[in-house]
């Protein structure tokens, strides 16, 4: 099995840096139009560098889209004469519908669409992943994706929802990390140890979470002794509308998500 990648950026490169390890290399190739990009990734993980964008359609049987919204359908109707019934597209471009891969691809190739998000560039991604009911290869794109992070199969007609969460939440993360660290320096801290237990603090919840299988709100109950400190800071974020406030992050993005989508 050849896999190929169209775009040699930052999550083609986490995606070519976990498979590297899990698959031969030989059977790994990339391109881009900066070449450098693609012969850095070949100099590092020992996939092939090829020259042009036909190559890896001709060459792959498993074929990674990895570009710009708005080069993708271009990329593929140029590459039609090497599309064939045994080849599977996989586009990780937002916003990019499988009816609209669709329209350029024919009746040639699997289409399999995924929404990945940055923590994958360190093996803890999280993949929405919608098919067409042809699914050529899709078990194999699926253990791929198990050597990145973590998959969710659902409809494509939640995909935006999918962006709004797990496709912009890091940057959300990534916030309430900052805040923290603020918040601890303000309190005297200094700024290298603030940002340790900040963000130590934030992946060891996460996996009392998945680890207790409790709910959030539940876990956040035990760490609130009446009287307490905890509860004074969770009295600060609740009158600040924390929740409300971050659930509208979600929706405003998962509706910007479904106004940006290429039907």
């Not at 040639?108 to 999280?126: D, E, F, H, L, W």
């Not at 699926?142 to 962006?163: C, D, K, N, R």
């Not at 992946?203 to 609130?224: F, H, M, N, W």
């Not at 600040?240 to 910007?256: I, L, M």
Request: hydrophobic letters at 45%.
């Amino acid at each position: 099995m050849k896999i190929g990648f169209l775009g040699a950026g930052n999550m083609a490169g986490a995606f070519i840096a976990g498979l590297s390890n899990a698959l031969c290399s030989n059977n790994i190739s990339v391109f881009d139009i900066d070449k450098a990009k693609s012969d850095a990734l070949s100099d590092k993980y020992g996939v092939k560098s090829l020259n042009t964008g036909d190559d890896v359609f001709k060459s792959s049987d498993i074929i990674f889209i990895a570009l710009k919204p708005q080069h993708v359908l271009s990329a593929i109707e140029n590459a039609s004469p090497f599309l064939t019934n045994d080849k599977t597209i996989v586009s990780i471009a937002a916003g990019m519908s499988l009816s609209a891969l669709r329209r350029v691809i024919g009746g040639k190739c699997s289409v399999i669409r995924i929404m990945p998000n940055t923590p994958a560039m360190c093996k803890q991604g999280m993949f929405a992943v919608a098919a067409e009911s042809d699914r050529l290869y899709f078990d194999e794109v699926l253990s791929m994706l198990s050597q990145l992070g973590e998959y969710a199969v659902i409809p494509e007609e939640l995909i935006s929802a999918s962006t709004g969460l797990q496709g912009s939440g890091p940057a959300y993360v990534f916030m309430f990390i900052d805040a923290l660290v603020r918040g601890g320096v303000a309190a005297g801290l200094d700024q290298n140890t603030a940002l340790q237990m900040a963000i130590q603090t934030v992946k060891g919840s996460a996996e009392l979470v998945k680890a207790t299988g409790e709910a959030p709100d539940d876990l956040k109950i035990k760490v609130c002794s009446p009287g307490g400190t905890t509860i004074e800071g969770v009295h600060v974020l609740e009158d600040a509308g924390f929740y409300e406030t971050v659930s509208n992050a979600v929706v405003a993005a998962a509706n910007k998500a479904e106004k940006m989508s290429v039907q």
